[in-house]
């Protein structure tokens, strides 16, 4: 990641506390979560199952379910608290800015449409930029997706006064654009993807196919949640490198959301550790695994099978994820600590630098 970039993060989470109402009682989902994300950093958001991971790519995305609400916090993007929009903004947003990808591609996708039905619906959503596509067409000009992408700047767009151009030619540059998409995400024979219904794809295809309708939205974030758990071996490390290539030729910034260290090793410049709805410690990957600091940063690396050492004992995590509805007082994370001391029972120690570029939430340090 160049050094320049780290001046001005792009988003940043800031002490963010968010509770869910259900019948049993509030739910403390989030604890004063505080992120930084810079512009064309991959920054991976680590942990167990609710820990707070998803929730918080749901809060940045303003996909809340009717049941959450903020308490604190805000979330800024480029200078703008997004939590002040309003929903025809968030829209705006998703549509233009932000895009997310979830696990389970099967649950998002139009069981009932074809492939290309559904993205091109998603390039249909930049008739503006597709119009002005045409017109370089015609003047001569190279099009393709980058051309797009670069259409999103002022600098780069072409007036479109004087010139009229119908559905007819919009709808052709769309497919011309799809094919560009589906080559970038390096989906095999995209004739017959996009006359394909869901169910006729494999996992890695759908997947495939939801990343490329996330870049037709040209985001400046690139939200993946869980993206390759459901994906065996093979087609995972296939993904993960496929998102490292785009990092590198659409210039986005990737948050991935995983409970798996070695996952976010192959992707991230930064990891950021969370437990019980706080991000725990944040530094570079190299950092994390070489010289963690916050006690379950530690017992995580120790539960990752080496490879090299295959018979060497696993460590597991004593105790168990805290009860959100009525979590502990102080750090979340003193019930199953080795080293909690009473302050640990009574304050919630916050996020600080204690080496350079190395934060930790911890009264160790």
Known sequence: MKKQNRTQPILEVRNLKLNFHTYRGEVKALNGVDLKLYPEEALALVGESGCGKSVTALAITGLLPENAYIVDGEIIFKGENLLKKSKEEMREFR???????????????????????????????????????????????????????????SQNQISTKGYRVSRKKINEMAEKLIMDILKLVKLPDPERILKSYPHELSGGMKQRAMIAMALARRPSIFLADEITTALDVTIQAQILYLLKELRQKIATSILLITHDLSVAAEIADRIAVMYGGNVVEVSSTRAIFKKPLHPYTQLLLKAIPNILNPTERLESIPGTVPEMINPPSGCRFHPRCLYAMDICTKNRPNLKEVEKEHEVACFLY
Request: proline letters at 3%; aromatic letters at 6%; a positive charge.
């Open 95 to 153: 549509m233009s800015e932000c895009a997310i990808v979830f696990q389970d591609p099967a649950t998002y996708l139009n069981p009932v449409l074809r492939m290309g039905i559904q993205l091109k619906e998603a390039v249909l959503l930049h008739k503006d930029a597709l119009k002005q596509m045409v017109i370089a067409e015609k003047r001569g000009e190279k099009i393709g997706y980058q051309e797009f992408l670069a259409m999103k700047t």
